[in-house]
């Protein structure tokens, strides 16, 4: 073979090549030439039967090839649960926030309100279950609050939204577990000697987490974290709140008694 058939033979070679290469990824894909509904409703039929990665696929397709109408709106909701449903939460809040700003009187709007919250939610809870027992003031609980506050907004902007009694109990739980876990950082300052910063974060549990079951434990730690400091005045302030607001608490009369031998010595002050 000559040096100009072997240039031709190469020509026809790229050219075939080149060709092949260019007929790939879209011409490959079966959905090419399906109709927004046909694209949706296999997308949705991926979703029901738990092939998230399928159906967020399809449904992201739909809309970048059909943007306006009925279905690409709805297509952007069920992808936003199909990221939930994978536990990918950012990008399931992201797709929340993403509809919210296109969509914001759209009729199902507190659905994606409520699905932002819900997103977060059980990894939220995940995160005080796993951190048991290891330094609370390490605990990441962003997420926690983050699902807290996007339930607030559904409740402020749709009161009467069928998800509201929903998004109400789930922020009670969230609220108790928040609280609670400002009372293990305050408790755990305490037992490290750190008593202001113990009686701030207390502080903060009264003022922020009022009519919680964690409030019992702020006051708690105040007394004590007062009584370490020896400032038995606002000692005897403390307990007095708690036993007027939890009379019942097994702690109170200890408590008392500790305060009353902390006092004696230093001025020959009678119990509280």
Known sequence: MNRWRRFEWCVVL????????????????ETKDWSAERI???????????????????????????PFGR????????????????????????AC???????????????????RGLAGFQDGINEFEKNVGKNPDHMDVGLARRSYQYFGELLAKFPTSKYAADSNQRMVYLRNKLA????????YY???????????????IIQTYPRTPAVADALAIMTKAYNELKVFDLARDS???????YPAD?????????????????SGDTAP
């Open 14 to 29: 790229l050219v075939a090549l080149a060709a092949g290469c260019a007929s790939s990824p879209e011409d490959a894909d």
């Open 40 to 66: 949706f409703k296999e997308a949705k039929s991926a979703l029901d039967a738990g092939d998230y990665e399928t159906a967020i696929k399809n449904f992201e397709k739909l809309e970048a090839r059909f």
């Open 71 to 94: 279905y690409a709106q709805q297509a952007q909701l069920e992808t936003a649960f199909a990221y939930h449903k994978s536990k990918e939460v950012e990008s399931a809040i992201s």
């Open 97 to 115: 926030d993403r509809f919210i700003k296109l969509h914001p009187t759209h009729p199902a709007v507190d659905y994606a309100y409520y699905l």
């Open 180 to 187: 609670q876990h400002e009372a293990d950082v305050a408790s």
């Open 190 to 204: 305490l037992r490290r000697g750190v008593f202001v910063a113990a009686l701030n974060r207390s502080k903060s």
């Open 239 to 245: 307990i007095r709140v708690w036993e007027l607001n």
């Open 250 to 266: 097994s702690r109170i009369p200890e408590m008392k008694v500790l305060l009353a031998q902390a006092i004696a010595p230093a």
